[in-house]
């Protein structure tokens, strides 16, 4: 059975019809911040230093400074000092490889030692609390890093 002209373009009308929906209905979920998100550090609590398996940034006087390593100090610091996180009833189920996250609030002398899942977003808090990043913040939380080539 042969299609007509008319019938191909209504098939691909209902097709770019649909994939705007499916594309409108993921932004939204993945852009959205979820309404009992609350920031992770503020101004009582502000962020000192962070360590993310290895890698490092650390708070001088009124910049960041991180490792040489890193390509984007200045956004990558301001992703973590301003990092949204909601509250998780229980512990996420993830396959994810966790990442060690050493973390160093000012005036409070001991550093926290924090999980993070990058993939689901999830932070384990020293106390055993869950948390979870919004998908939108996740790929900030990332440093860019400087990929030489091997000698």
Known sequence: MALTRKQWNNIIIFACVFMVAV???????THNIPSDAKRL???????AQ???????????????ECDTKILNCDEWANAWQTVL???????P???DKPQELVIQIADIADPQLWLYFPIEGALKSPAGN???????LRAKLQPIIDAKPAA
């Open 23 to 29: 594309l409108t209905f993921m932004d939204r979920k």
């Open 85 to 91: 996180v909601s509250p998780l009833a229980k512990a």
């Open 130 to 136: 869950w948390y979870l990043v919004p998908p939108s």
């Open 93 to 95: 189920q993830s396959a």
């Open 41 to 47: 550090f503020d101004d009582h609590a502000p962020l």
């Open 50 to 64: 962070l360590q993310l398996d290895g890698l490092w940034l650390h708070k001088q006087a009124t910049q960041w």
